[in-house]
């Protein structure tokens, strides 16, 4: 089983492919979110330091990040492969990251790149409608996705609603800042000849098949 990294723009669904790969795999799901979200909650100096730098919005240092997840890569779950989520987020951070894997002696592994049209993006993040019982992802733009009864759930009868910043503002934002920040990325793994590229413009199965494909091969 090799190491696994998804990079994709927002909405294009890396988060429920990462979630089937871990089912499948018993793989753990390392998220630099999640990791920082547990070390706040810590009665310690970097417990208190974390807690307060997300509490007031601003960004932990790099330095912090790197310690944390060399910290959480150490453990015994990740020895037979992992998925990293949410980082690295620029090409420095990837300079680090590679630098943490060579040191513990891992593999980058698989750099999978789920690739998707602008437009078709934005129709997936202005239709997602959210059931606020059961958490069922609807898209009121998608035949094949869309709820039976508008802003009714089929599973539970729930509300469907739709999330703040599932607007065309704040997906060009979130787009441009993909753009910028992670494109560098895209182009130092492909030096490296380990990324490979995925259609996304298909269903979550057909996808996962590419995804098993690229795993197994």
């Known amino acids: 089983m090799k190491n696994i990294m998804f990079i994709a723009p927002p909405a294009a669904g890396k988060g429920t492919q990462a979630e089937l790969v871990v089912n499948k795999y018993k793989i753990p799901h390392i998220s630099t979110g999640d ?58 951070q990837a300079y680090e990251y590679d630098r943490i894997l060579n040191k513990l002696g891992y593999e980058i592994g698989n750099v999978i790149l789920i690739n998707i049209d602008k437009k078709k993006l934005e129709k997936r993040i202005t239709g997602r409608r959210i059931c606020e019982d059961c958490k069922t992802i609807y898209n009121i733009n998608d035949k094949f996705s869309s709820p039976d009864i508008d802003s009714i759930c089929d599973n539970c009868g729930g509300k469907l609603y739709q999330r703040s910043d599932d607007n065309l503002e704040a997906f060009q934002t979130r787009y441009e800042m993909y753009q910028e920040k992670t494109e560098p990325i895209i182009d130092h793994y492909k030096k490296k000849n380990v990324l490979v590229e995925i259609n996304g413009d298909d269903s979550i199965e057909n996808i996962f098949n590419e995804i098993n494909k690229i795993i197994n091969r």
């Open 35 to 92: 990791i920082l979200r547990k070390i706040s909650t810590e009665d310690s100096e970097i417990g208190n330091y974390v807690y307060e730098t997300l509490a007031s919005g601003k960004l932990v240092k790099d330095e912090i990040t790197y310690q944390l997840i060399e910290d959480r890569l150490k453990q015994d779950d990740c020895k037979n492969g992992f998925i990293i989520d949410g980082f690295p987020r620029n090409l420095e």
